[in-house]
């Protein structure tokens, strides 16, 4: 069914579109990451469709504390005495009413009653009409209609940093961090980067850059070169990704600029061979591949590697040697160099996942260091004498970057921080030896790597 086709006025049918929405949401709420829940749940839908639902579902990700601070002062009691799945479908129909222009008032009204009465009943269906009527009512005061009007409407018993985290939807404790990290300045840039739509980089492989670009220029595809990457392409809103030639006969794969630096920064010499560990989906092995290693790639997950497997064959890469293998017990002969990309909080990348923010924890940096210095320490042993340790993450806090490095250099003197070649990656993402990519200073997905030489 498509948008269009659903009598959202006379309430009696829900689109699919709205139902994959409060499904999307109810596997996030289930443990299930925001890209993998859109996939599953939007794989029979058309295109159309699914770009609605992503629209939606993103967005609304990316203004939840606004968004929420709407919600909250019209339901007695707060949100948080609500069903979690009742909240998320009252979250959807305010997005709806006040970001998506397209939809009109009635259409978001009468269709999340109408998801409200199916899933939890008349009751929950009257707190939805009710609630959502008055905001459509109240739509053009300044505390209701924009993430600005809502911060500054707070009372004097919200302080700047509360009214910062309504405005730029992000939570409160993570706020507080950047801020003491960088300042206020750096942490509104950061934000500013976050709540925007996330780009399509591609980059060619077994062709040129500028081949490419021919390629999807013939097809109507009118792309721009992206920062930081020479090869990097970036994607026009609302391309089909899946349906361009070029990506079916494999010659593109998706890699933002900040994970193509990692490998550049690597700086693996051609011919050696090279263990990509945690290596799924497989853009880092990709770019190890160009860059003419022999790879190895291993991940502890079966259902990872089905896609690093499926990426390979539409890539007709033919070469690697995949492996399922915990990167904490590798069981691997020793290697001219590994590139462990370890499991982080993913702070870089919240444009790209903008669940991220909702799901992460504070202890979670305290917890995943322990894992990553243990996957660190287990993929040394395996580097022959002379050989590279690249350490990286997609997270901009120092707990999981600085201090995992630092400390396995104090702890193993068989290793030191060897940068790469000057000219290899631009200085400008160059930090005493290291590889930092920060969204809020060079405008892509954030990143950070060590290059570490075995001396021994």
Known sequence: MTLAAAPAARGALITESRIAAAEVLAALRGGTLLDGAFERVTTALDPRDRRWVQELVYGLLRSRGWIDSILAPRITGGLARLDADLGDLLRLGAYQLLSMGSVPAYAAIAQTVELAKRRHGIGASKLVNAVLRRIDRERELPAVATPAGAAAALDRNHDHTERMAVRTSHPRWLLERWIGAWGKDATDRLTAHNNGEAPIIVRPFGITRDELHAILHERGVETIPTPLLADGLQLPPGVALTQLGAFQRGQLYVQDSGSALVVQYGHVP???????????????????????????????????????????????????????MDATAPTLEQVDAILVDVPCTGTGTFRRHPDARWRL???????????????????????????????????????????????FLADDDAFVLEPPPAGVVPDAVLDHGMLRVLPQDHGVDGAFAARLRRIR
């Open 270 to 324: 051609s011919g050696d061979v090279a263990a990509d560990l945690c290596a799924a989906p497989g853009g880092k092995t990709l770019a190890l591949v160009q860059a003419g290693a022999r790879v190895i790639a291993s991940d502890r997950s079966s259902a990872r590697l089905q896609r690093l497997h499926a990426n390979l064959e539409r890539m007709q890469v033919t070469s690697v040697d995949v492996r399922e």
């Open 361 to 407: 924890r504070v202890s979670d940096i305290a917890l995943l260091p322990v894992l990553q210095r243990d996957i660190l320490a287990a993929a040394s042993s395996c580097v022959k004498p002379g050989g590279l340790l690249i350490y990286s993450t997609c997270s901009l806090e120092r707990e999981e970057n600085d201090a995992v490095v630092n400390e």
